[in-house]
């Protein structure tokens, strides 16, 4: 029997091996309770290109009472992430989600992506 981490982690391989056919730049998205992630990654997978997080300071402080765990902490990393690959001269990426469900803040992150204008 799997348990919940391995059941995700099957499922982001069988995507991430799609991800790699396609040789497109991918955005990864990792969540935790308290945080989320974005990385945009190369085609090869051997550099990340930009990245935002709940972490940051500049995200930190948008948040004020240091929330990272929910859609609207998510919306911002969205928006970041894809202000960091326009900068970076990246325009369209293969979404990434990491074997997590695309509902609530993974969800909520790639609506605020493609309204800051990364395609995918």
Do not use: C
Not at 69 to 77: E, F, I, K
């Amino acid at each position: 029997m799997l348990t919940k981490k391995e059941q995700r982690l099957r499922r982001a391989r069988q995507t991430r091996i799609r991800i790699a056919q396609q040789g497109a730049v991918r955005l990864a998205v990792h969540r935790t309770n308290q945080h989320i992630y974005a990385n945009i990654i190369s085609s090869d997978g051997s550099r990340v290109l930009a990245s935002a997080s709940t972490l940051e300071p500049e995200v930190r402080a948008q948040l004020g009472g240091g929330k990272g765990g929910n859609t609207a902490a998510a919306a911002l990393v969205g928006k970041r992430i894809a202000e960091k690959a326009k900068a970076a001269g990246i325009e369209k990426v293969a979404f990434d989600r990491s074997g997590f469900a695309y509902h609530g803040r993974i969800k909520r992150l790639a609506e605020a992506a493609r309204e800051a204008g990364l395609q995918f």
